[in-house]
């Protein structure tokens, strides 16, 4: 970890990603890679050695215990009912249900259309009533026989930004001069800075005008495999 990346970690806790570890756990794995990135932040956000290798591990070790699989939904549920509570990491959706009067929640891959969930949970996190996150569930068998429900969600972390924090952000922004966050930029889209110039550096940086300009046309005329396309899906999942 160099100069940068500790600035940035100090900058931005919890929210800065080593993508080679990405690539290193992501092949053995069927998992979205921003589970992956939201587990590599929390648990390998340092350069000693040793801890990184042990945060690599306890990844793993979440994504096995954690992760819903869509053929292992009568597990999970049996898992809950079975220990009274459990965590997962799912794509969590909140419905309202007009004839009941009420909200219920689902998770993706765990089945089950019928998950009571208090009302702080999706007020604090609006984006779940609006087509859902990916999130860290705990999830809780409800063992009173006259409910109509066997499930309630107990507690919820997101895993995606429910709400983009303008203020937290720009607060970090000031920490970095205009050649570092340029640099910062190049890095995020998977190239080395210190390896390029600045003229190929704002080449790179002329390629993302669409992401923060409305209507704004870009045609870029090249040989295959020149990294056209290569920004893009590397800079957001979106495009």
Known sequence: MDALDQKLNDAYPGKVVQKDLLH????GTNVPSFVLEFLLAK??????????????????????????????ANKAQSTVQQKGRHKFIDKLHVRYVEKEKRH????E???SRRIAVNQKFYREN?????????AEVTVCHNDIEDDDYAFYI??????QLSRFDLDSFLKGREQFTRDEWIDVIIRSIGLEP??????????FLARLF??????????????????KSYNFSEFSPYT
């Open 104 to 107: 219920w929640a689902e998770m």
């Open 210 to 227: 669409t992401f923060v300009e409305a209507n704004y046309s870009f045609i870029e005329l090249g040989p295959r495999s020149t990294g």
């Open 43 to 72: 648990y390998c956000a340092s350069d000693d050695p040793d801890e990184v290798e042990a945060g690599k591990r306890a990844v793993i070790e979440t994504i096995e215990t954690n992760y819903v699989r869509p053929d292992e």
């Open 154 to 159: 107990e507690d919820m972390r997101p895993i």
């Open 24 to 27: 290193q756990i992501k092949k």
């Open 126 to 134: 609006d984006r779940i009533l609006q087509g859902g996150i990916w």
């Open 109 to 111: 891959n765990f089945n």
């Open 194 to 203: 210190s390896k390029i110039n600045q003229r190929v550096k704002f080449h």
